[in-house]
């Protein structure tokens, strides 16, 4: 996102004018609500004081100590995640356009103020124009989790849906209304007297204020009608109808009052939110625009200053919607002149919200579609000011918007942020189409791609070579200062060759996006491509590194987002990942048990899901496999309501596994049938597949089939085959489960030695980073009799006691596991025909004659067996067996039937 430091105006309250009334009984009750109430909520139509009232109130909780965040509020935040960021950075600090997800920017804004050291008052001021549906329900749900020392104080001219029933019922709403803001009959004397106004009998102050109900603004423009000479009996008298007419009829003769070049001054800049000296001198065609706005201070004229320093102003907003109605109906085109040059200064300062509303309030569509394209059209929408955009993009007929092409980019780009990818699709290529013969600029056409690379993302469309290729030659193409698109670009690149499997090329552009986040003061966007890195590290085979990305990663979450926002469970659906892989299976689950239902309610992508359901899977297996189908159909559930085809196919392959883990291989095959497993796994063999994790995954899982099956043969062939694929991109973890499923395949064919010298190459690329995670997901297919402890050298080699540490505690893991599980989903149907002559009381010769292998293979066996059982006996097999129905529950699903 483009950040921008923010405007310093926004976060304090307007300098207070000298003589102001003080409201001190309103002060007190505004105090009282501090302690007692979470939410202060003061509602009142326009010219009741509100901004006035908690200006003062600002003043005096500031001298007591007190921590005191103010934020006026602009149309522009109605965007919920618009408004979220303007809060963050008045809780919190630093700079506009981080635009993070609502339920991070919840977690950070809490968190913040949990770290308080007392009592926090936030006030949004002037709520009324950022009220949105979306605004509501983000500050409905960050009230409920407000801390106890945070109170927050809204002021608005109605009453906003905030959920007030709840509040009330605890007792933590205190509301004040119009009735409550009043003049009292002394405050309006205050007034008059602070004016210097004709002086009025009591009487007639009495009158004032009847007539007026003690409505604050009527008060103040009675007194400065009064200090001009206007007759006080006309003025009362005049006093009539409803609050428009009644102001409308004071500002009339507020505006009588003054000189004539003071009333055009008044008149013209009435169409400002906000107004400078430069633009006094811009719209009145003067050069004194400065002096102009301090002789209107010093007359009490409802202007007052947004800043220290006496530079930018702003009138009272009833007084400006007055003004420029008059304005309008009387000189209409001098109306729409005055907005054109008000909106043409915005754009060139690059105030693009300022901008548009000028341009739609001088009626010139061209002028609008202008403002839009130069601030970069479909650019607005990562940046954060997709308001600006929607509000200027409503205006504009079709053919000025087909006349521009950075606005039909930007037509292209809602409807992706939006969800809607079909139609977002045949508009670009609509688009495209029409620019066949056209002659575009240079830049035009990178945007133009760029905005199609963006659909393809969404779209999850398969990786071809020439993708990346073009991907690479757009990045040459953008300017070095681009850190927006470039950090964007450069993340999807890492992320393909992260996905198409190319580990090797993945890292740079991970890490150029990052330094691009950074350039941009980006914590959310930085965080990403740490989730990023740490995934290809693992794949590399680098646990150790994976794990220290994470963890720092998941500091800084702590710091901003609070330890259990949504970007906390993202980080942790990784770092369950690597506690699996370091074998610490129970903490990898009690990281998943409380990520799970964050990750479920917000809004995830492909990576996350398949690592906290891939490493969910797997330490159930271990744990619990009875409950493995039910991971499985969260999995798929969770596919589908996510419309992520990618992760549904992994819960296929999955479901595979889990026939395999609990014995049952006539359904394993049937399932693997059912899912097209040999299609999945076939895709290995190309260069870009659709889905290169699915293929990885089916792969490992047809292997598996094969060893069961005792297909060594076949099994061989696939392993040597995807191990010349690993070692060519870098996949470290992949070659230790391959290592280890063809010690297997080596052991089914009889070659001793080499089933050792394989196990041996697994245990070698394993130690030195802690991989037990390979070992305990193939832990049916392991040749434990290599785990047998060896006797060392009288002088050992550092390596030899470190592979024998490493051997100890996998031996250790492995027992407890077959000792917890008791049951056979551990046992290879090679391992389960030979418990059952091993049942029958056969001798090892005996054994081998039977199944027509060698009686060294059946020794190893034999060792995998009590392994995987726990047990150290020939007789603690066939006891424990019997007492479990090992072989009744497992052998009759078999396929085929084993020699007699």
Known sequence: MKQTDPIATKFAPPVRGAHQVSRSALVRRLDEGIATRRLTL???????????????????????????????????????????????????????????????????????????????????DDFQRAESAAVCAFLRTLLRLLPPMAHFVISSR?????????????????????????????????????????????????RLVERTEGWPIAVQMTALSLRSGSDRGEMISGFSGPDWQLATYLSEQVLASLPRDLETVVSYTSILNKVTGELVDLLCERSDGAMVLEQLERADLFIVPLDAEHITYRYHQLFTDILSSRLKRRQPAKFRQLHTLAARWFAARNEVHEAVRHAVLAEDVDLVAQVLDAAGGWRLIPEGRMDALVAGLAQLPEAV??????????????LIKQGEMDAAR????????????????????????????????????????????????????????????????????????CECGWLERALEPIRRARSHHQALHSLYGDLFTRFLEARVVLAQGRLEEAAAILDEAMASIHNAYGPRSDLAANCAAHQAEVKFEQGAVREAMDLLDWAFPHMEHSDGWFEVYASAFGAAIRATLVTHPAGVQEVIERMRGTARRRHLHQLGLLANVHDVEAAIYAGRFTDAQATARLVKL???????????????????????????????????????????????WAQQHGHGRLLITLAILAAQAHELAGTAQKAAARFNDAVSMAMFQGFIGPFLECRRFLVLGSLDEEPLDENPHETDRFRDKFLRRLRRLLRSTAARQGESTILSESELLTLRHLDKGYTNKEIARLLKVSPNTVKYRLKSLFAKMGVDSRRAAVQLSREQGLLAAALGTTHGAPPG
């Open 426 to 497: 045949n508009s670009y290529d609509e688009f495209r189409a029409a620019l066949e013969h056209a002659e575009l600029a240079p830049d035009l056409w990178t945007e133009v791609n760029l905005v199609g690379e963006v659909l393809a993302e969404y779209e999850n469309a398969p990786i071809r070579l020439a993708d990346l290729l073009a991907k690479e030659s757009l990045i040459r193409s953008l300017p070095s200062h681009d850190h927006l698109m470039l950090s964007n670009v450069y993340e999807s690149l890492g992320n393909k060759y």
């Open 678 to 724: 040999d299609a999945l796994a076939d895709a290995m063999r190309e260069e870009f597949p659709v889905y290169r994790q699915v293929a990885i995954v089916a792969s490992i899982c047809r292997i598996k089939l094969r060893l069961c099956a005792n297909e060594h043969a076949a099994a061989l062939q696939e392993i040597e085959s995807i191990e010349r």
């Open 42 to 124: 003061i509602h009142a139509p326009a010219g009741y004081g509100k901004t006035s009232l908690l200006a003062q109130w600002h003043a005096t909780l500031r001298n007591r100590g007190l921590e005191v965040i103010w934020l006026t509020l602009e149309e522009e935040e109605s965007d919920a995640i618009r408004f979220a960021d303007s809060l963050m950075v008045g809780i919190a600090g630093g700079r506009l356009g981080e635009n993070a997800p609502l339920r991070a920017a919840t977690s950070a804004i809490v968190n913040r103020l949990v770290r308080a050291a007392g009592d926090v008052v936030v006030i949004l």
């Open 401 to 414: 918007i087909a006349s521009h092409p950075r606005l039909v980019l930007a037509r292209v780009y809602r």
């Open 158 to 206: 109605d009453r906003p849906d905030l959920g007030y029933a709840e509040l009330a019922a605890d007792h933590e709403l205190l509301e004040l209304g119009a009735a409550d803001l009043r003049f009292s009959l002394e405050e309006a004397e205050e007034v008059l007297r602070n004016a210097r106004a004709a002086t009025l009998s009591s009487a007639d102050i009495a």
